[in-house]
C-alpha cells in the first residue's frame, strides 16, 4: 500500500471514528426509527423502541468517506512526509476506534 494511499484511509479511519464517538456519546437531533409502528422520527416517544443506528452508521461512513477522499486529494506529495502524517493518522485512527467500541461496550453493560 502506498504512502498516500495508508494516508488516506488513516484519516478516514480518524473520522469516521470521530463522528461514530461523538454520535454514541451525545444527544444530536439523529432520526429515529420506530420499529414496533414503522415510522421515522426525531423525537421518540418514551416507553417505545427507538433505534438511531441508521443515522449514526450513515452519518459515520459519510465522514469516512468524505476524509478519505478529501486526505486523497491533498495527501504530502513528499512520500516520506505523507508515511509519516499516515503513521500518525492511523494511529489516532484505532485509538479512536479503540474509544468508541469501549464507550459502546460501558453503555451496553450499563443498561443491565
Request: hydrophobic share 55%.
Amino acid at each position: 500500500m502506498s504512502a498516500r494511499a495508508r494516508f488516506a484511509t488513516g484519516a478516514g479511519t480518524l473520522a469516521a471514528a470521530t463522528v461514530y464517538l461523538v454520535a454514541t456519546t451525545t444527544r444530536l437531533g439523529l432520526l429515529f426509527y420506530l420499529p414496533t409502528r414503522g415510522e421515522w422520527t426525531f423525537d421518540p416517544p418514551t416507553g417505545v423502541i427507538a433505534m438511531d443506528w441508521f443515522a449514526r452508521s450513515n452519518a459515520t461512513l459519510a465522514a469516512g468517506a468524505l476524509a478519505t477522499w478529501a486526505a486523497w486529494r491533498w495527501a504530502p506529495s513528499d512520500p516520506r512526509r505523507c508515511a509519516r502524517h499516515a503513521g500518525r493518522l492511523w494511529a489516532l485512527g484505532w485509538m479512536m476506534l479503540g474509544w468508541s467500541a469501549a464507550y459502546t461496550a460501558m453503555w451496553l453493560i450499563a443498561q443491565r
